[in-house]
Nanobody, 119 residues
Framework: QVQLLESGGGLVQPGGSLRVSCVAS????????MRWYRQAPGHERELVAG???????NYAESVKGRFTISRDNAKNTVYLQMNSLKPEDTAVYYC?????????????WGQGTQVTVSS
């Protein structure tokens, strides 16, 4: 089994910055893509950014130029640096990964971390 633990959420003013992190632990043989999703109240969960094991990235149009996803493979950790935050970025941010636990590749989710952008 693979566990994902997010951290770094909180309250920030519009225009501010925040970095959220996600550490994978457990029975990990290899971690493939890592992604950040978010879900705001009354909205469906949406993909924010993703990064492959080799470092290729993709972003939702709404966050391009403001958010940066990165990963530290040695630490099984993915980061999301969020700059120029807007109230509409308020959501629960979830970490997601496809990982090989030595038996099969499965999809795993973290519990989420709340990000609130408000003055």
């Amino acid at each position: 089994q693979v566990q994902l633990l997010e951290s770094g959420g909180g309250l920030v003013q519009p225009g501010g910055s925040l970095r959220v992190s996600c550490v994978a632990s457990g029975s990990i043989f290899s971690i493939l893509a890592m992604r950040w999703y978010r879900q705001a109240p009354g909205h469906e969960r949406e993909l924010v950014a993703g990064i492959t094991s080799s470092g290729f990235t993709n972003y939702a149009e709404s966050v391009k130029g403001r958010f940066t996803i990165s990963r530290d493979n040695a630490k099984n950790t993915v980061y999301l640096q969020m700059n120029s935050l807007k109230p509409e970025d308020t959501a629960v941010y979830y970490c997601n990964t496809n990982a090989n636990n030595g038996i099969a590749v499965s999809t795993y989710w973290g519990q989420g971390t709340q990000v609130t952008v408000s003055s």
